[in-house]
Structures are given as C-alpha cells and as structure tokens.
C-alpha cells in the first residue's frame, strides 16, 4: 500500500492505517556529504577526507550515518504522514557504510495507530535492497486537516 500522492497539508489520523508505506531515493553525492558536513558540523575526516578514509578500516570515505537518516525523516515531514507530523522520537541501528554513488531508499511504514495521535513507523534506509539503517520512529499526526 503506498502513501502517494500525499493530501495537500499530509495525512490526518483517521486517514492512516497500518501497512501504509512511502519512500524517496536520494543519491549520494561529495556535494551532499560536504554540505551536511557544513549543515551539521560533523567534519569527521572519514566523510571529507580521501586519503585518511583510505588509510581506514572503511578503505574509502562514507557518508554519515545521519544523513541517511535524514531521508527518512524527509519521508516523514513531507509525504508520510507529511506535513503537520512532528517527530517525538526516533531510534536508529547502523548496519553498513554508505558511500558516494550509493542511492540511498528511505522508507518508512506505519505499524501502528493510537488513538492519542501517535503513531509508530518502521523506519529504513536500504541501498541495493541491503539494509544500511533501521530503526522506529513515533510521531504525532494531527487530528484533523487545517482551513486553507
């Protein structure tokens, strides 16, 4: 069941149900990683500097592990639910690098609905259709849809 196309100001509650699912890919890219390098702060030299990530353990630079895990929270704010949704939590779990010319698939799926207004996802990102994070997110949705 996908989540396309994404109401205009995304889902209310009572349109979600459980199973429902959307995804984006994004491509990986040295400008991707410079700019959420600059976003973050995170000028780790694993992710911006060729030599030393070849002298490591990973024998190439790699993304961060967050920027594939903005993919997913772009799936949230703006297609599934979408707009209106605001994260109350979110865990992680790594399971391999990512590296530029990957094209990361960030998906999430609603497992289940409380009648409180959240609602949990299973939340991954995949490459190649390998898992390289998984993890659940809680969200709250709004109750109902806001006047134009």
Do not use: W
Not at 56 to 64: E, P
Not at 70 to 88: D, H, Q
Not at 118 to 147: F, N, Q, S, W, Y
Request: charged content about 20%; hydrophobic content about 40%; aromatic content about 6%.
């Amino acid at each position: 069941m996908s989540a396309h196309p994404t109401p205009d100001g995304g889902y209310i509650l009572e349109e979600l149900s459980v199973g429902m699912s959307a995804e984006l890919q994004a491509p990986i890219t040295h400008e991707r990683i410079m700019a959420f390098a600059e976003a973050s702060g995170d000028f780790n030299p694993l992710h911006v500097d060729e030599d030393f990530a070849n002298a490591s353990a990973y024998r190439g630079r790699v993304a961060h592990g967050l920027l594939s895990a903005s993919f997913v929270s772009a799936v949230v704010g703006t297609m599934l639910p979408g707009p209106g949704a605001i994260y109350l939590g979110q865990t992680l779990s790594f399971h391999k690098p990512v590296r530029i010319g990957d094209i990361v698939t960030a998906r999430v799926t609603v497992q289940s609905i409380d009648p409180s207004a959240r609602v949990v996802l299973k939340t991954e990102c995949l490459v190649d259709g390998e898992p390289v994070l998984d993890g659940e997110a809680t969200i709250r949705v709004p109750r109902r849809r806001r006047r134009a």
